[in-house]
């Protein structure tokens, strides 16, 4: 179907570097993007990628391959402030623009 | 500075009643969404609108109404057919796209019931 897998939880510690996958059966959607939600707060755009390979903006990267159906966030140098959820999403074709949401992974971040 | 307004913060239900949640935003978008959020769990869409007057449903639309009269507003009322609506409720707007439009959201409502 159109769902998004994600894992529910990560755990690292300060300073380390965590990869969150994101992986999905159905392909046909413009580009996988990430937003990033501290609790009770409001999702933030984190990234997007169109086409294959990386995108990085500053401790944060992201990768989607569609050949292997899979996309990841990849965080470095990791603070105490990454704690938080982090979901990807898409937008299929023929769905009016709507974004379609993974369930989301709590990423905690251990002195 | 631009940006989404819901009102309000924190919001109970008695039995029976409907509530409206507001959601007001000045990015100048023609697109704005509603979505729900239940603890641990990912967003789920309840409608959406791509332009002033006139709005679909998403994946959980039972139980809930909007109107989108104006380009700004976007409210959402909780009708009593609703038998669940506890949870977080976002709003959120972008420019109608399908590629990289990213969506900006509000702070939220949190609904109980009383």
């Known amino acids: 179907g159109q769902s998004l897998e994600q894992p529910s939880e990560v755990t690292a510690v300060e300073g380390a570097i965590v990869q969150i996958n994101c992986t999905y059966q159905?392909?046909?959607?413009?580009?996988l993007s990430w937003y990033q939600q501290h609790d009770g707060g409001a999702p933030t755009f984190l990234s997007y990628n169109a086409l294959d390979g990386l995108e990085e903006t500053g401790r944060f990267s992201s990768f989607l391959s569609r050949s292997d159906s899979y996309g990841y966030l990849l965080l470095q140098e990791l603070q105490m402030k990454d704690s938080a959820s982090y979901f990807c999403a898409v937008r299929y074709y023929n769905q009016g623009g709507k974004l379609i949401f993974g369930q989301g992974t709590e990423l905690s971040v251990k002195p | 500075d631009g940006g989404i307004t819901q009102s309000p913060k924190y919001l109970f239900r008695k039995e029976g009643q409907n509530v409206t949640l507001s959601c007001e935003q000045n990015l100048n978008h023609d697109a704005m969404y509603w979505y729900r959020q239940d603890p641990g769990q990912g967003l789920r869409l309840i409608y959406y609108s791509q332009i002033v007057n006139d709005f679909q449903k998403g994946d959980i639309a039972e139980g809930y109404s909007v109107s989108r009269e104006k380009k700004e507003s976007f409210p959402l009322t909780v009708t009593s057919a609703q038998k669940n609506p506890t949870a977080f409720y976002l709003c959120?707007?972008?420019?109608?796209?399908?590629?990289?439009?990213?969506?900006?959201f509000g702070d939220g409502t949190r609904l109980s019931i009383l």
């Open positions: 959120a707007s972008s420019i109608p796209s399908e590629g990289n439009q990213p969506q900006h």
């Open positions: 159905t392909s046909g959607f413009y580009g």
